[in-house]
């Protein structure tokens, strides 16, 4: 036997609609704030990533699914979702079209991680990127997006925002940093030793105990934006007490890719431990520029579906379960089970879902298959019937039966 490989999963039939029901949302609330749908390849050029993710990242550095084409290229599947848009925008042009543009994806991931509850090596991504906006009302709304998305979904999260600020302020927080860390180097894991030389930021975003115990009382960003960088963020709040949106400041955050700038956030939801992180973002308005387009700003979020689907659980959300089947049609023999296909095909022409035996079964059997199904009517069609040209349809949910001429089938069934 073949397995699936490690760190991906299959969505069974009897749970897809867990996934529709999700992707349904979130295609609402995007229609909702106007932004429309991006789709772009699920690989791209390894440089794409390394430039537009960054060098010093988990995700680059040891994450990306990376391998050579038949034609000698370096190909990455996507460990994201932004780089990819970003590519797009600046290859399509889309800078001379009406601004902001507000694009969604919904698209798989590939992350060479290590396996365990919400942390997957395909996952799947929800995703809105606003290009073209540089005030803080983008910021929030981008925010406001997630935060109108996750409750649709019943999922109850805190959100916590941070400015990061530009790279004028963090030359100067990093020296800070910088200046904080230098006497506990030796305590740090070895990851952090190459971020203290490469990307100090990056400091505060480990996960290991150790480390985490140490940068609780390294020094704030915010203690070093810019008076601009600094009116942003009081803009940005002031823009989600409008909205009635509630937030936490958490210095902490940073992110984990390179290129975001001022506001960073993180919708967390408790219980599902260090993958509580169900949906996070921010402003990156160096990216465009730094893959190849003309500077423009940009802020964005991803959510983790995975993450979603596991915290709606954990709450309880009941998911509307799909649809079953109007009516089953159950034949005794060949020429009424022929008479069953007839109205069974008319019906489902007609957009009524209706079923009917493919198993050989018994009349006994099929009811019991009907009852499985869940269907609200059952119609018995035996040699009587065929020769009345009607059937004694039953709601199952009542008992009553009611004669219906198979003439009257789709009409009589199109008003239930
Ligand atoms: P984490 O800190 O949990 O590793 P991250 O910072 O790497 O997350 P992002 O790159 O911001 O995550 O991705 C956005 C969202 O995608 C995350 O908040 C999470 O919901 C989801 N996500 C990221 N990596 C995975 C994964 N390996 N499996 C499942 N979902 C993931
Ligand atoms: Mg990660």
Request: hydrophobic share 40%.
């Amino acid at each position: 036997m073949i397995n699936i490989p490690k760190g991906t999963k299959d969505v069974l039939p009897s749970e897809s609609y867990k996934w529709q029901f999700v992707e349904g949302v979130a295609r609402d609330v995007a229609a909702a704030f106007g932004v429309k749908e991006i789709r772009t390849p699920t690989f791209e050029h390894t440089e794409l990533f390394q430039r537009g993710v960054g060098n010093t990242t988990d995700i680059v550095t040891k994450e990306m699914y990376t391998f050579t084409d038949k034609g000698n290229r370096s190909i990455t599947l996507k460990p994201e979702g932004t780089a990819g848009t970003v590519r797009s925008f600046i290859e399509n042009g889309l800078f001379s079209g009406v601004l902001p543009l507000k694009m969604f994806y919904i698209t798989p991931a590939f992350r060479y991680e290590r396996p365990q509850a919400g942390r997957l090596r395909e996952f799947h991504q929800f995703g809105v990127e606003i290009f073209g906006a540089k005030g803080a009302e983008t910021d929030a709304e981008a925010i406001i997006i997630a935060s109108t998305l996750l409750k649709k979904l019943g999922v109850s999260v805190q959100l916590k925002i941070n400015s990061i600020g530009c790279p004028e302020c963090r030359k100067r927080y990093n020296e800070a940093l910088k200046g904080f860390f230098a006497p506990h180097l030796e305590s740090l894991c070895y990851d952090c030793k190459t971020r203290f030389e490469k990307n100090p930021l990056r400091l505060l975003d480990c996960k290991e105990e150790a480390c985490k115990k140490i940068n609780a009382d390294a020094p704030s960003i915010l203690d070093y934006l810019c008076e601009d960088c600094d009116k942003h963020f009081a803009l940005v709040k002031d823009y989600l007490e409008i909205a009635g949106v509630e937030y936490e400041i958490d210095e902490r955050i940073v992110r984990g890719l390179d290129y975001y700038t001022r506001t960073v956030f993180e919708f967390v939801a408790s219980g599902i431990g260090a993958q509580g992180t169900v949906c996070a973002g921010g402003r990156y308005d160096g990216l465009i520029e730094e893959l190849g387009g003309k500077s423009a700003p940009a802020v964005g979020f991803a959510a983790g579906i995975e993450r979603l689907l596991i915290v709606m659980e954990q709450s309880g959300v009941e998911i509307p379960a799909p649809k079953a089947p109007t009516v089953y049609f159950a034949g005794m023999d060949t020429e009424s089970r022929k008479q069953c296909f007839r109205l069974c095909s008319a019906l489902r022409a007609a957009g009524i879902s209706a079923e009917i035996d493919q198993m050989e079964r018994s009349v006994k059997a099929q009811f019991k298959y009907a009852d499985k199904l869940g269907v609200r009517y059952v119609a018995v069609i035996g040699e009587s019937e065929l020769a009345e040209g009607s059937m004694n349809v039953k709601n199952m949910a009542t008992g009553e039966s009611e004669k219906v001429d198979f003439a009257n089938a789709v009409e009589y069934f199109s008003q239930k």
